[in-house]
């Protein structure tokens, strides 16, 4: 710089540099929650041949305050995945919704800047499937007996111990 000390050209140069880097760098963002969605009967029943969640796809994931008033929403990819992210610090509730599915909002949840929180959340089919009935008659007593307490009575030293 053409005028200037060299202690004072170095000074600017520095502060100059200082002032790009900043400016270029990305703005804090906020924080972040990421997950999946899976039908709940599913979960409890069986997992798929990759060893995964039953994770339902097209599920709406919204983001809202406690107040229930929007702030974010996503939908679920084919694996069930959603990602809500530059969430300003806060307290939230997470509704998450899909066809032929109840409703299911989880409150109580707390964003903090530069965090990333991992909630999975699972969803009740409105129908849920048929089960055969089970034909199960009165216990056998030999004849047409009623059933007392002595016949439900187990004597302890007659349990075989394994």
Do not use: H
Request: with cysteine; glycine share 10%.
């Amino acid at each position: 710089m053409p005028g200037l000390t060299g202690e004072i050209a170095m000074k600017l140069k520095l502060t100059l540099t200082a002032c790009l880097a900043l400016a270029a760098a990305p703005a804090l963002a906020g924080g972040e929650i990421r997950g999946e969605v899976a039908d709940a009967l599913l979960l409890k029943s069986s997992w798929n041949e990759a060893g995964r969640l039953p994770q339902l796809a097209g599920a709406r994931v919204t983001l809202q305050t406690p107040a229930e008033q929007p702030v974010a929403q996503a939908v679920t990819d084919g694996q069930g995945r959603y990602r809500l992210g530059d969430i300003p610090e806060g307290e939230y509730c997470l509704l998450a919704e899909s066809p032929d599915y109840r409703p299911f909002l989880r409150r109580d949840i707390r964003v903090r800047e530069g965090r990333v929180l991992r909630i999975n959340l699972e969803l009740l089919p409105l129908k849920l499937p048929d089960v055969p009935p089970v034909n199960a008659g009165p216990p056998e007593t030999g004849g047409d007996k009623p059933v007392s307490l002595e016949d439900l009575y187990i004597d302890p030293s007659r349990v075989r111990k394994p």
